[in-house]
């Protein structure tokens, strides 16, 4: 048994982030909340994405797990105008989830949850680096980065880089969180001193993992600019990034594999 | 002759209603005011409509048929702001119109009205359901309809459908408007009660018919979200849906066929 | 040696007015400051912008010759909002371009400037036609004629054309300034009297000279739309038009060869 009331906006930048890794997915409910683990087909890029139940404005749930078709949902999710109360329910005998905005009822078909890709875990990693940015310095490197390359480089230092600071910007002796691609004739380069981040603790170690981009910028869009984003770095490793939706109302985690440079 | 001073945004959103359906029409001028009406090559949509002589800001018009290519008219009339006044005048030598926007002097080739589709006859029709709605909703079921299917359902109801309103919606018992569609897998579905309508007039019957979702959606976009449509439903019947433009300035029929579903 | 620093918004509508011509070219620097001539590959449309030294926030600069990829400097200096400090700086090394955003490095290849299409020079013409108008009216009449053709006249007449001016305007008998373009079937007109514009001078001739709407469209693009453009007409001449950028602080002259009519 499934039913629910939750504001529009919230759901959306939820399902947001989901979405832009996978197109179907398995959503878990239990007393708890909602929540939702997916990896997309390459396995490379990993999501986790929980609503507790408070942060519906009603919720009630036994345990289920429902397939979901996330392109046909976003569509739904997307005719409702963001302060809206969407209301979703289960039909327990036909196995269909109706959704309600504002007079407009969708019945949609759920998928058999064993067709769908199987649930990742998502490892436990204890990485040096531990940034705290706001997601629209994470956009900003991510989308310099595509002028020149496929894939970009996080890093942290224990010094700034020479030069690299603008001569506004004091880059402290504490270390630096950044990201580079390199091109082929151009490269981009963004530092990130204490002075500029929420907080910075690169763990006495220079560490440095290289991703590719198509994920980055897939993820980093769904990342909201105000967002603090909890950033985990290490040395050829995954990059893990922490984040809250609407103030705290959602929970979600997206895990990158890195790319390792042949030589 | 023909002389007249109009409001661009009132020219504007007239021709709008007629170009969705239509590239090329007839124009009839008399001291009335201006009308038109067309019907689209498969004879499935016919548009009405008049501008009565004193909705213009100056008018003075012998009978007269222009033939106009619509296309054109609309790029023109798109130069203008919407606070604008546009001056056509008829040279009776050339044949040509000549419309003045703001020290722009257009001189547009008029199409011999001979060669363009006859002018329907808007059949009068009795129709059970009379219904009146605000465009902004019927832009909605039309839209969400579009998710599921290529073909929508107009329909009235003497009862309120079971389960279709949400928690927040009361339906009274005197009826519903409601605009349905299925899909393959999945089914939309819109119902308001005389709560969520201007007015609404069930004839005492149960109707329904079945549109095309591709002229719905042409028509559905030139009606301002704010106009009060008077829709007209029967059972396998056409749908006539009536409304003004800015106020009462002008005014507006479609008639649409219905489609027989095949079973 | 060059190292400067000066607003975006500057910056930026400056390279525009460039890259509409030309994709690469030769960036002049000295202690007056930074030019640019260029022609592009069909010998047709030439700009001359020139970026005075005091128009920086800082700028220091011995005589350099730098090749630009104007598309790829577009993208970068596209990374930054109006109000930011652009930092460039000349690695004179590696003969690489340093470019700054807010914590954000870029590092720019340059181009072999011997590769590059030769400056032109920009020739002195003495033209009768002489008038300032706004950007805006420029962009309109281009806009305009490009409903019809693919090609369009500005020009200068001693009198008001006849029946061109609308009931509102008043053109005077001090001649006019106009655009206009010659379809298959319609016409386009925009005459442009001394209440119109900011100055005119006619020269006390009647001239007028045909162009390529393609590169007018460009040019009118880069133009800001509350510029002041000096226009310089003749008969069957190149047309001159130049303007400021941002209140004076870069100067923009472009000149466009006629198209000659075969009769």
Do not use: W
Request: hydrophobic share 40%; net charge negative; glycine share 8%.
């Amino acid at each position: 048994m499934f039913r629910s009331e939750i504001n529009a906006g919230l759901l959306k930048s939820s399902v947001d982030t989901v979405s832009v890794l996978v197109d179907e997915c398995k959503v878990r409910l239990d007393e708890e909340g909602l929540s939702i683990k997916a990896v997309d087909p390459a396995n490379v890029g990993m999501v986790e994405l929980d609503i507790p139940a408070e942060s519906f404005e009603s919720y009630e749930a036994d345990d289920e797990l429902l397939g979901l078709n996330l392109v046909r949902f976003e569509d739904i999710v997307g005719m409702a105008n963001k302060g809206d109360t969407i209301v979703m329910e289960l039909d327990e005998e036909t196995r269909k989830l109706t959704i309600r905005i504002d007079g407009l009822r969708y019945t949609l078909s759920l998928i058999d949850p064993d067709s769908i890709h199987q649930e990742p875990n998502v490892p436990d990693l204890d990485l040096p680096g531990d940034i705290d940015v706001a997601g629209r310095e994470l956009r900003r490197g991510v989308k310099a980065a595509g002028m020149v390359s496929d894939h970009m480089a996080f890093g942290v230092s224990e010094q700034s880089s020479d030069g690299a600071s603008t001569g506004s910007t004091d880059v402290s002796d504490d270390g630096t969180f950044y990201m580079r691609a390199e091109g082929d004739t151009d490269d981009v380069r963004v530092d990130l001193g204490e002075d500029d981040l929420i907080s910075l603790d690169t763990g006495g170690e220079e560490a440095e993992s290289l991703f590719s981009l198509d994920y980055l910028d897939s993820m980093a869009k769904a990342i909201p600019n105000d967002a603090a984003v909890a950033v985990e770095v290490g040395d050829d490793y995954p990059v893990k990034m922490n984040f809250e939706l609407a103030g705290g109302d959602a929970h979600v985690t997206y895990l990158l594999a890195p790319r390792i440079e042949n030589e």
